[in-house]
């Protein structure tokens, strides 16, 4: 379990020496989707030097969400990604990529791919163009099937907060601490 400065350490440090595996697990509570923008950016920066630059203009597209290869996939209307969506990106990935030089998609919730959906993935994981790259997201490891996590590459990532500054929570404890015992127990 890493804190997410040192996974996108982990990130730049493979990315630049062209060594990013295609398709990462990120597994973690909380939000990873800014680990996963920042992997995103990682395969499409076209820095010479340390990647992702942040800087140019590929990178600057995909923290904007707006770079037209890297797709979050997403299905508002299915508990589950639809079958037919899965498939579309299925398909997708071997058309080349419009500007970028990676494909990248990013499966936001591995929860909500089921088994079938997996398995109609595992191809294109296992032996997909080379230009293509996924991104999967979960709390845990176990969302995903034996067969396709086999075929990533996990990063764990540990996005619990580090508190910098006393919470409102602890400031408010340490007031009542000071006063009435009796509104502190019932605190
Ligand atoms: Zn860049």
């Known amino acids: 379990m890493q804190k997410p400065d040192q996974v996108r350490r982990e990130l ?7 060594a990013l595996h295609h398709a990462l697990l990120l597994t973690g509570e909380g939000d990873l989707s800014e ?3 920042y992997a995103a950016a990682a395969y499409e920066c ?3 030097g340390e990647k992702p630059c942040l800087r140019c203009e590929h990178c600057r597209k ?3 969400d707006i ?3 890297v797709r979050f996939v997403r299905d508002e209307e299915h508990r589950f990604l639809s079958l037919e969506l899965v498939r579309e990106i299925r398909s997708d990935a071997y058309i080349i990529p419009n500007e970028g030089q990676r494909k990248v998609y990013v499966f936001e919730d591995c929860s909500r791919l089921d088994g079938r959906a997996q ?3 595992l191809k294109v994981v296992e032996e997909g163009p080379p230009y293509a790259a996924f991104l999967f997201l979960a709390e845990s490891a176990s969302a995903l099937l034996p067969t396709l996590r086999s075929r990533c590459v996990e990063l764990r990532v540990s996005t619990a907060a580090k508190p910098t500054e006393p919470s409102a929570l602890a ?3 340490c007031r009542l601490a000071g006063e009435d015992k009796r509104q502190l127990i019932a605190f």
């Not at 730049?12 to 062209?18: D, L, T």
């Open 35 to 37: 680990t996963a923008r």
């Open 62 to 64: 995909v923290m904007g």
């Open 171 to 173: 400031e408010e404890f």
């Open 119 to 121: 398995n109609i993935l």
């Open 67 to 69: 770079h037209p290869d």
């Open 12 to 18: 730049s440090a493979a990315a630049s020496r062209g």
């Open 46 to 48: 076209k820095s010479p």
